[in-house]
């Protein structure tokens, strides 16, 4: 009984790290490859865990090399997404892992220890941006997969001769590239990362003392005024054209909104929570949000709706608890 204990206890992390692998090499699932880690990470120790990340760094690094063969053009693209890989695996680890390393740093709270880890991975993943970029055969597939959504653009115009004729004068690979960059620089990555370790986070975490709720989510204070300086920064680097101003206010902003959104969010789980809702009712309205938030146009104006929601709490008492009888208030 002992020794199936021992090889279950070695089983367990060996095919952890082998889902891993499988995962972050399948190109459409990648973003769910921290997951089982997490998940294992609810029932496994540290040494479990530790060991887990170890075995999963080095059979993907040992595929990738072996992959690539003794080409030297591609050695330094792969070391550099190996290392990206590597340092997603450990920093959620570190992070947002409960019960392993909670020590390390234990004044950040949930949201903030998503925060750092997202930007430390952020900065990983720079290197292989820029031997992407170096790379003349990957740039030539960015440039490739441009082109083909600007003939999509100008194919999906092709009854309106004057949007077919702006498109053509104002959108080419070239333009899409530019746009792609500037969205990437300006957000796009940073919130990318958000969302990457806070669902992996999430979903991962099953155990009841260890879900996170959006009905308790809260954002300090402070963030309005980062929110403020943020936007100033954005309107400062706009007007004097200074592109660094410019990338830091959004990125900040945006990361301020992401958060407003969920305190929305957690308003509005408060409210469908309520114990006159029944549990009908509550699943009709959580897939009627659902299907907004995902409706192409009108999403739009309910996810700044819901962000509203969210700041408007700083001065207004939203989440009051839900009372089902007579309140014991005389003359109430």
Not at 14 to 23: G, Q
Not at 207 to 223: A, Y
Request: avoid cysteine; charge should be positive.
């Amino acid at each position: 009984m002992a020794s199936r204990a021992r090889i279950l206890q070695f089983l367990y992390p060996a095919f952890t790290a082998i889902v891993m692998v499988i995962l972050v090499r399948s190109g459409l699932l990648t973003p769910l490859f921290l997951i089982p880690l997490g998940l294992l990470g609810q029932r496994g120790n540290r040494t479990e865990i530790i060991g887990t990340a170890l075995l999963m760094i080095f059979i993907n690094m040992a595929l990738s090399f072996f992959a690539i063969g003794s080409d030297p053009a591609a050695w330094k693209l792969v070391t550099a997404d190996t290392l990206y890989v590597s340092a997603l695996t450990w920093l959620f680890v570190l992070f947002l892992i409960p019960g392993i390393f909670d020590g390390f740093l234990p004044f950040l709270r949930g949201t903030y220890r998503v925060l750092v880890a997202s930007f430390i991975g952020m900065l990983f993943l720079l290197p292989v941006f820029l031997f992407a970029m170096g790379d003349n055969g990957l740039y030539d597939l960015f440039k490739q997969q441009a082109d083909m959504i600007a003939n999509m653009l100008k194919e999906s115009t092709a009854g309106d001769v004057v949007q077919q004729s702006v498109i053509e004068n104002s959108i080419n690979a070239d333009t899409l590239f530019i746009l792609m960059k500037s969205i990437a620089l300006r957000g796009g990555l940073f919130i990318s990362h958000v969302l990457f370790f806070g669902l992996s986070a999430a979903l991962s975490r099953q155990s009841v003392g260890n879900r996170w709720s959006l009905r308790v989510f809260h954002v300090d204070f402070g963030w309005i005024w980062i929110l403020s300086a943020m936007l100033l920064a954005i309107l400062v680097g706009i007007i004097f054209k200074v592109e660094v101003l410019e990338i830091l206010g959004w990125n900040g902003a945006l990361t301020a909104i992401l958060l407003y959104f969920l305190q929305g969010m957690g308003i509005l789980s408060h409210f469908i929570a309520h114990p006159r809702i029944s549990r009908g009712s509550r699943f009709l309205l959580r897939t009627l949000l659902i299907v907004v938030l995902f409706s192409p146009g009108i999403n739009a104006i309910v996810l700044a709706g819901i962000s509203l929601l969210g700041i408007a709490e700083n001065w207004v008492s939203l989440r009051r608890p839900h009372l089902t009888g007579p309140s014991s208030t005389p003359g109430m």
